[in-house]
């Protein structure tokens, strides 16, 4: 594994050395000369939905979901997140009188999507001679958002969901008496691990907001000079350092009109 690892270091090194324009951009882009402002707006509250499966049961787990607490959490996590980039977060008196450009932006969470539903994982377990799988229906959050972000002029919305489920874990067990046994275990989702989830969330949104215009600035720059960006860079405000992009981000809604 850590072969593994320092290959892909190099690699990634390796790489970013054949991107001198897109690193030196992104360099820039991540310690500007004057620093980042952005007013940031989350919605007061989220569209909830029970999804019941085609036994007409459903989820419980967000029967106790405080929406309040779930939005404040999440908010706050986003904003503390953000300074760690670099970025001043803020609340105007008026959303409609928010200066915006290359360092002032305006960020508005305009809709987020909470589903509580069941969804079928099968467990595959494998011996010497036959192939077998075991299907449970775990609890699952959905969580979808939409953005809208003002630079100067507003992008495209992005948008990006991802889901939480019930903790799984399974083993198999042989001995000469009982043969084969399959064992598995779940740990239920619990309304305190919904607040922990829009803690992450918060910071997940964080860093693909700044991930996200740091690399719109990447390609408008390249833009200028009529050469496309070859990759989609990540800044870690932790290290300090730049990433090639190989995880999931925002993605952009484009406008079909």
Known sequence: MKVRNLIISILAVLILSGCAAEVKLAKQFANPAQ????????????????????????????????????????YGAYADELRRYGVDVYIPESQDDVPTDSIHWLVIL???????????????????????????????????????????????TVFYEHNLTDD??????????????????????RTDDLYHYSVFLGKLYASY?????????????????????RFR?????????????EEEEFIELKDEN
């Not at 987020?112 to 494998?126: N, S």
């Not at 198999?172 to 009982?178: E, I, R, T, Y």
């Open 233 to 245: 860079l990540g800044w870690d405000p932790y290290e300090k350092t730049l990433v090639i992009q």
């Open 110 to 156: 305009s809709k987020m999507e909470i589903q509580g539903l069941f969804t079928p994982y099968v467990d595959y377990l494998f011996d010497l001679e036959d192939e077998y799988e075991y299907t449970f229906p775990l609890n699952t959050v959905n969580v979808a958002a939409w953005f809208d972000i003002n630079n100067g002029s507003w992008r495209p």
């Open 35 to 74: 620093p980042y402002r952005a007013a940031v707006y989350f919605p007061e509250a989220a569209q909830v939905t029970l999804i019941q499966s085609e036994d007409g049961t459903y989820t419980k787990v967000l029967d106790s979901l405080d929406q309040n607490a779930f939005l404040d959490i999440l």
């Open 168 to 189: 799984f874990n399974s083993h198999v067990s042989v001995s000469w008496k009982d043969g084969t046994q399959y064992h598995y275990d779940i740990k239920p989702l």
């Open 209 to 229: 907001t700044f991930d996200y215009m740091m690399n719109c600035y990447i390609e408008e720059e390249m833009g200028k000079k009529n050469v496309v960006p």
